[in-house]
């Protein structure tokens, strides 16, 4: 049974950071790839970032590039993303879901509980 745990969102400030974690349990990092799935306020779902399996490629959306880091450790079952110069519209609910490549990680996939990020002064 594929389960993910996210946490690590909270209230920061603009121009604050974050790291979220994805604990993952029920099959192998090494076999899947991650992505980071942001549902914000009256929008659509939007991959925001994703690793693959090998953890050799990454991928970032136009939105976060630059600004977020994605990577993980297989040791741990855990998946990170370090949030930097966070923006008001970086504010919603972060979920991260599995595929076999990022390019198949499709928004919808994510149905874990999510953490709540939210940017305001």
């Known amino acids: 049974q594929l389960q993910f745990v996210e946490s690590g969102g909270g209230l920061v400030q603009p121009g604050g950071s974050l790291r979220l974690s994805c604990v993952v349990s029920?099959?192998?990092?090494?076999?899947?790839?991650i992505g980071w799935v942001r549902q914000a306020p009256g929008k659509d779902r939007e991959k925001v970032s994703c690793?693959?399996?090998?953890?050799?490629?990454?991928y970032y959306s136009d939105s976060v590039k630059g600004r977020f880091t994605v990577s993980k450790d297989n040791s741990k079952n855990t998946v990170y993303l370090q949030m930097s110069n966070l923006k008001p519209e970086d504010t919603g609910v972060y979920y991260c879901?599995?595929?076999?490549?990022?390019?198949?990680?499709?928004?919808?996939?994510?149905w874990g509980q999510g953490t709540q990020v939210t940017v305001s002064s």
């Open positions: 690793i693959s399996s090998r953890g050799d490629s990454t």
């Open positions: 879901a599995a595929g076999p490549s990022c390019i198949l990680i499709h928004p919808s996939s994510a």
């Open positions: 029920g099959f192998s990092l090494g076999r899947h790839a």
